[in-house]
């Protein structure tokens, strides 16, 4: 069986992540946050309601004029 290589992850074992984001994507974020956008990782309302499914009036047992009674 070869030997891993020094620096790399063995098999099974989960890669190595940063404590910290690194300062181009931090400033990246800040950017982006100054500039209106919404940063990775947050929520976005523009989003949540793009991808929000279409209910019609009606679709589920109502009606257009309101809810059954």
Do not use: C
Not at 4 to 11: I, W
Not at 32 to 52: F, K, M
């Amino acid at each position: 069986m070869p030997r891993p290589l020094p620096g790399r992850p063995t098999a099974g074992a989960p890669p190595a992540v940063p404590d910290v984001d690194p300062p181009i994507y931090r400033a990246l974020v800040a950017r982006w946050a100054t500039g209106g956008r919404v940063p990775p990782g947050s929520p976005d309302p523009e989003w949540e309601r793009l991808t929000a499914p279409l209910v019609r009036p009606g679709q589920f047992g109502g009606t257009a004029a309101g809810p059954l009674r």
